[in-house]
């Protein structure tokens, strides 16, 4: 909890100084001598306020970029950000592949951060102690900052679903939009780097999965859909996660794009059955870290 209090501090320091400037720079711009007659003096006047303002504005993005990267290091440090091994990067991914078996399973959640869902769905995973992997929408998460602060606070891993979900062909120029724009709000609201990217509806034909590609975002697809987009009855639901989850599989749920009841009521269920098949809950980056860890004793075993 302290955790928490510390790391949202420093996003209200921020507030607290955009807030200043904001009333430093109203409070300049009101003559200070309206009634001044002599041309002279109105432009020194003028002129020294002109000068003021610019440096007040300076003093305050400088001590908003320090504030920021004060933010993004103590993200770090409370490990909330993370890193793709490098057999990874650029790689299009929708299982672990170990050589004993391990049985992790990783969840994951698209299409928030949602009003109402996203908040049951991180309810759920912190009263089982359970870290998910979150593919937000960049315009969703400008709605919704306080939850995708919440998710990265809370141990969750966040990543990039595009900024407005489209399914059409996308150029070059409008994939890297939809890309780095969700990328940089991610940034600029939670402090973390993220190096995920899952196209939405799994389409790998356009543009937007190979611009990803490219510039070595790791395409994490799944091996599980709870085809919970179609608002499937919750037995249903729950079987079509468990009938294809298999050790070091990625099952797909929605915490967002619609009405998310039947999974919210289905989500315990789904994790009771799993740890009952003594399934461990991992986040994908830990999914890739275990892999890339089995693959480099193999190779060395070789």
Same mark, same amino acid.
């Given at each position: 909890?302290?955790?928490?209090?510390?790391?949202?501090?420093?996003?209200?320091?921020?507030?607290?100084?955009?807030?200043?400037?904001?009333?430093?720079?109203?409070?300049?711009?009101?003559?200070?001598?309206?009634?001044?007659?002599?041309?002279?003096?109105?432009?020194?006047?003028?002129?020294?306020?002109?000068?003021?303002?610019?440096?007040?504005?300076? #003093?305050?993005?400088?001590?908003?970029?320090?504030?920021?990267?004060?933010?993004?290091?103590?993200?770090?440090?409370?490990? @909330?950000?993370?890193?793709?091994?490098?057999?990874?990067?650029?790689?299009?991914?929708? %299982?672990?592949?170990?050589?004993?078996?391990?049985?992790?399973?990783? @969840?994951? &959640?698209?299409?928030?951060?949602?009003?109402?869902?996203?908040?049951? !769905?991180?309810?759920?995973?912190?009263?089982?102690?359970? *870290?998910?992997? &979150?593919?937000?929408?960049?315009?969703?998460?400008?709605?919704?900052? %306080?939850?995708?602060?919440?998710?990265?606070?809370?141990?969750?891993? =966040?990543?990039?679903?595009?900024?407005?979900?489209?399914?059409? &062909?996308?150029?070059?120029?409008?994939?890297?939009?939809?890309? %780095?724009?969700?990328?940089?709000?991610?940034?600029?609201?939670?402090?973390?780097?993220?190096?995920?990217? #899952?196209?939405?509806?799994?389409?790998?034909?356009?543009? !937007?999965?190979?611009?990803?590609?490219?510039?070595?975002?790791?395409?994490?697809?799944?091996?599980?859909?709870?085809?919970?987009?179609?608002?499937?009855?919750?037995?249903? @639901? =729950?079987?079509?996660?468990?009938?294809?989850?298999?050790?070091?599989?990625?099952? @797909?749920?929605?915490?967002?794009?619609?009405? #998310?009841?039947?999974?919210?009521?289905?989500?315990?269920?789904?994790?009771?059955?799993?740890?009952?098949?003594?399934?461990? &809950? !991992?986040?994908?980056?830990?999914?890739? %870290?275990?892999?890339?860890?089995?693959?480099?004793?193999?190779?060395? *075993?070789?």
């Amino acid at each position: 909890m302290e955790n928490n209090k510390s790391f949202f501090w420093s996003q209200g320091i921020i507030i607290a100084l955009l807030a200043l400037g904001s009333s430093l720079s109203l409070g300049l711009m009101i003559p200070i001598n309206p009634k001044a007659s002599e041309a002279k003096s109105e432009n020194s006047i003028n002129s020294n306020n002109e000068l003021t303002q610019v440096e007040t504005r300076q #003093r305050i993005e400088q001590l908003k970029s320090a504030m920021l990267r004060t933010w993004q290091q103590e993200a770090k440090a409370k490990g @909330l950000a993370y890193s793709v091994p490098q057999r990874f990067q650029g790689v299009t991914i929708a %299982e672990a592949k170990f050589s004993q078996g391990q049985k992790v399973i990783a @969840l994951t &959640f698209d299409d928030g951060p949602w009003s109402g869902s996203t908040a049951k !769905v991180l309810d759920i995973l912190k009263k089982n102690n359970i *870290k998910g992997t &979150f593919f937000i929408i960049g315009q969703m998460l400008k709605q919704h900052p %306080e939850l995708g602060q919440r998710i990265v606070t809370e141990g969750h891993v =966040i990543a990039n679903h595009t900024w407005t979900h489209s399914y059409h &062909f996308m150029n070059p120029q409008v994939a890297a939009y939809e890309v %780095e724009s969700t990328s940089d709000l991610i940034y600029k609201t939670t402090g973390v780097k993220t190096t995920l990217f #899952r196209p939405p509806g799994g389409i790998m034909n356009n543009g !937007v999965a190979a611009y990803a590609r490219n510039q070595k975002y790791t395409i994490v697809m799944w091996s599980a859909d709870s085809v919970d987009y179609s608002r499937p009855p919750i037995s249903r @639901l =729950i079987r079509n996660v468990t009938k294809e989850s298999k050790p070091g599989g990625i099952v @797909l749920m929605h915490d967002g794009g619609g009405n #998310r009841s039947n999974t919210v009521q289905a989500l315990p269920q789904i994790i009771d059955y799993f740890r009952k098949q003594d399934y461990k &809950f !991992v986040t994908i980056p830990e999914l890739l %870290e275990m892999q890339d860890k089995d693959q480099k004793l193999m190779t060395a *075993k070789k």
